[in-house]
């Protein structure tokens, strides 16, 4: 089945503590993003990848990185998480034609 | 500055009756507009994609109007069902550099029984 999966799906954690949300699709996709989501602002996109070893900022980057050296993976990493990082995160990648694959999306609370 | 606009109050209707969408744009050019479902705690499936050339896009239930003059996109679902239930996203292509999707907030779609 073709899919994007995100772990962990829920994380509390502590400000400070560095964290990782990983992300894996199976669909051979070049095009990977990270995007969070929160209440009245949508979807913002955070980082993006054109392929292996090709990374961007989105539009809210601060505090976040990424990785891509697979093309099947592209980890979140958070090095000093804050209470304002605190959102619903989700992974996605994109084929040959413009429609996004959602992950499953992870909560993060940071207090 | 650029804005995308859905209606953030909940659209409620009847079971069988037709819902219809609204998502307005401002300063975009987009090459083409999406729309997506998305359900309470889980990542937005994608439903219809319809490009700056076209007018009108089908897929089953589903209608896309898209009017570039007016900025605008119409989603309708036709003979919803309390199954439709669910928040409608849509987004643009806004910067095609780095094939970036700009998304609304949704619009909340809740059919009644």
């Known amino acids: 089945e073709a899919q994007v999966t995100q772990n962990p799906r829920y994380l509390i954690t502590v400000t400070g503590k560095k964290l990782t949300v990983t992300c894996s699709q199976n669909m051979n996709h070049e095009y990977m993003s990270w995007y969070r989501q929160d209440p009245g602002l949508g979807l913002r996109q955070i980082y993006y990848s054109m392929n292996v070893e090709v990374t961007d900022k989105g539009d809210v980057p601060e505090g976040y990185k990424v990785s891509r050296k697979e093309k099947r993976n592209f980890p979140l990493i958070l090095e000093s998480p804050s209470p304002n990082q605190t959102s619903l995160y989700f992974c996605a990648s994109r084929g040959d034609g413009y429609e996004q694959y959602f992950g499953p999306g992870t909560r993060l609370t940071v207090t | 500055s650029q804005k995308i606009e859905q209606n953030s109050e909940a659209l409620n209707i009847q079971e069988g009756k037709t819902a219809t969408l609204t998502c307005n744009y401002t300063?975009?050019?987009?090459?083409?507009l999406q729309w997506y479902r998305q359900d309470p705690g889980r990542g937005p499936v994608f439903l219809l994609l319809i490009r700056e050339n076209e007018k009108e896009k089908r897929k089953e239930r589903l209608k896309v109007t898209f009017d570039t003059t007016l900025k605008q996109s119409l989603f309708h679902i036709t003979a919803s069902q309390p199954a439709d239930s669910a928040t409608y996203l849509c987004a643009l292509d806004v910067d095609t550099g780095r094939r970036a999707l700009t998304f609304g907030s949704g619009t909340r779609l809740q059919v009644q029984p």
């Open positions: 300063n975009y050019s987009p090459a083409y």
